[in-house]
C-alpha cells in the first residue's frame, strides 16, 4: 500500500535560518500534498498543501516543491521564527481508483526554532 | 461556524468499559475520517466515511465501530476498551468528492486514557 516517508525526524535551527523537510511516496498515483502543523496539545493544522499539476507553490515564508518523478516533495520554511516550532506532517492522496479523500501521513519532524 | 467539534475533550476509561467518541461538523463536508495518534507519533487511520450510510476501516480498525447516519455526525465506538487504546483520536472532514481531493480539517482531539 501507499507509504509515506519523512526526513528528518528532528530539526533544529537559529532563529532567522531556513528549515527544510522532505519527503518522499511510492504511489505514484498520489495528486495531493498537503503539509500539517502540530503545535503542543493541539489539533493539525493544514499549512499549505500541492497538488501533481504544479512543482512549486509558496505563501509567504512558506513553500513547498514536487519532484514527481523521484517522487518526493519538500517543505521550506524561510527566516524562521519561535513561533514556527512544532510538529510538521507531510500527506499524500489519491483521487483515482474510487476517491476517498484518505490521507497517507509522514512520521513527522520536529522542529525546534532557537531564538 | 464552529468546523469540526469533538467531546469529549478528556476521558479515563477502566479496562472493558465502552464508551462513544462524538465528532460533528457542520461544514456539510461529505468525508469524514478517525484518526488516532500514540504520543511522539503520526496519524493512523482508524475508520473513513464517504457520505451518510457509508462507512469503511481504515489502517488500524481493531476494536472500534463507526456509523454515520447524517452528514453531520461520525461516532467512533470502542466497545471494550483495552490499554492498547490510549490515545488521542482526532476527527476530520473534507469537501473531497470523487474528482478532486480537498484540504482534510480537524477537531481538537479527544485525549483517551485506559486503566
Known amino acids: 500500500g501507499e507509504n509515506v516517508e519523512q526526513h528528518p525526524s528532528t530539526l533544529s535551527v537559529q532563529e532567522g535560518d531556513s528549515a527544510v523537510i522532505k519527503c518522499t511516496y511510492s504511489d505514484s498515483a498520489s495528486n495531493y500534498f498537503p503539509w500539517y502543523k502540530q503545535e503542543l496539545g493541539k489539533r493539525p493544522q493544514l499549512i499549505i498543501d500541492?497538488?501533481?499539476?504544479?512543482g512549486e507553490k509558496k505563501d509567504q515564508r512558506i513553500a513547498v516543491t514536487l519532484n514527481k518523478t523521484a517522487k518526493h516533495f519538500s517543505l521550506h520554511i524561510t527566516e524562521t521564527q519561535p513561533e514556527d516550532s512544532a510538529v510538521y506532517f507531510c500527506?499524500?492522496?489519491?483521487?483515482?481508483?474510487?476517491?476517498?479523500?484518505?490521507?497517507?501521513f509522514g512520521q513527522g519532524t520536529t522542529l525546534q526554532v532557537k531564538p | 461556524n464552529a468546523g469540526v467539534t469533538q467531546t469529549p475533550k478528556f476521558r479515563i476509561l477502566k479496562i472493558g468499559q465502552s464508551m462513544t467518541l462524538q465528532c460533528t461538523q457542520d461544514m456539510n463536508h461529505n468525508y469524514m475520517y478517525w484518526y488516532r495518534q500514540d504520543p511522539g507519533m503520526g496519524l493512523k487511520l482508524i475508520y473513513y466515511s464517504v457520505g451518510a450510510g457509508i462507512t469503511d476501516k481504515g489502517e488500524v480498525p481493531n476494536g472500534y465501530n463507526v456509523s454515520r447516519s447524517t452528514t453531520e455526525d461520525f461516532p467512533l465506538r470502542l466497545e471494550l476498551a483495552a490499554p492498547s487504546q490510549t490515545s488521542v483520536y482526532f476527527c476530520?472532514?473534507?469537501?473531497?468528492?470523487?474528482?478532486?481531493?480537498?484540504?482534510?480539517?480537524f477537531g481538537d482531539g479527544t485525549r483517551l486514557s485506559i486503566l
Open positions: 476530520a472532514s473534507s469537501s473531497g468528492t470523487g474528482l478532486s481531493n480537498q484540504p482534510q480539517h
Open positions: 500527506a499524500a492522496s489519491s483521487s483515482f481508483s474510487g476517491n476517498t479523500g484518505k490521507l497517507i
Open positions: 500541492i497538488r501533481s499539476n504544479v
